[in-house]
Each structure stands twice: as C-alpha cells, then as structure tokens.
C-alpha cells in the first residue's frame, strides 16, 4: 500500500503527567520546536519560536491562555496563536490529542524534516 507522503503525523511530545498548569513546555519534534501549555484539563500546542524575533515562548509566562514572550512580551493566545500585542504575526498552532496519559501532537506534513 502507498500511503501519502503528505499525510499529516501525530507526533508523542511527552506523558501528560510531565505538563505542570502556568508552566509551558518545550519539545523538539521531528525538528521543529513545539510549545506545549496545559490550561484547566486541556494541553494546547503552539511553534515555540515567537513571531517577533528569537525567542522560545517555552520560556515565557502563561496566564490562562495568553502566552507572554520572554523577551519583549508579546502576547499569544495559545487556542488560536492569535497575536495580541508586539508581533507582527500570529502564531502557528497545533492539534492536541491525548491517548493513554501521553500528549501527541498533529504536525502538518511540510513542518515536518525541515532544518531547525
Ligand atoms: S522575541 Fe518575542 S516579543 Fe520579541
């Protein structure tokens, strides 16, 4: 059987129980650097890089679903990646599932194998 090679991939990012409320999580998946928040029962992905310049929003302050870039605090919210001040753009997301205590993540098919 040939499968399509632009299939999207749900990637396993971490067990749940690793995901701490008001402390965001960094993952590297299959290259390309992933935010992992967890809100009230939900995990919410995001890219991690922010849109302004270089920095992991990992490292940044998460309060409900706004997500505050370390650096100079522009503000995403992490279920739409909408940008609400300082970037210029929004941020990616990602779809989150959970399946036996562990967090996968939906990768689009050209996020995926790229350099970085
Ligand atoms: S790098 Fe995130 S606000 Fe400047």
């Given at each position: 059987?040939?499968?399509s090679?632009?299939?999207?991939?749900?990637?396993?990012?971490?067990?749940?129980?690793?995901?701490?409320?008001?402390?965001?999580?960094?993952?590297?998946?299959?290259g390309?650097?992933?935010?992992?928040?967890?809100?009230?029962?939900?995990?919410?992905?995001?890219?991690?890089?922010?849109?302004?310049?270089?920095?992991?929003?990992?490292?940044?302050?998460?309060?409900?679903?706004?997500?505050?870039?370390?650096?100079?605090?522009?503000?995403?919210?992490?279920?739409?990646?909408?940008?609400?001040?300082?970037?210029?753009?929004?941020?990616?997301?990602?779809?989150?599932?959970?399946?036996?205590?562990?967090?996968?993540?939906?990768?689009?098919?050209?996020?995926?194998?790229?350099?970085?």
């Amino acid at each position: 059987m040939n499968t399509s090679d632009k299939a999207p991939d749900w990637e396993v990012a971490c067990p749940l129980e690793t995901l701490r409320e008001g402390t965001p999580k960094g993952v590297k998946l299959k290259g390309v650097p992933v935010a992992l928040y967890k809100v009230g029962d939900k995990v919410y992905a995001t890219h991690d890089i922010c849109t302004h310049a270089y920095a992991h929003l990992s490292d940044g302050f998460i309060e409900n679903h706004l997500i505050e870039c370390p650096l100079h605090g522009a503000i995403f919210d992490v279920r739409d990646g909408k940008c609400l001040a300082v970037a210029p753009c929004d941020l990616q997301t990602y779809s989150v599932k959970i399946a036996d205590g562990a967090v996968s993540v939906l990768l689009p098919a050209s996020d995926g194998d790229e350099n970085g």
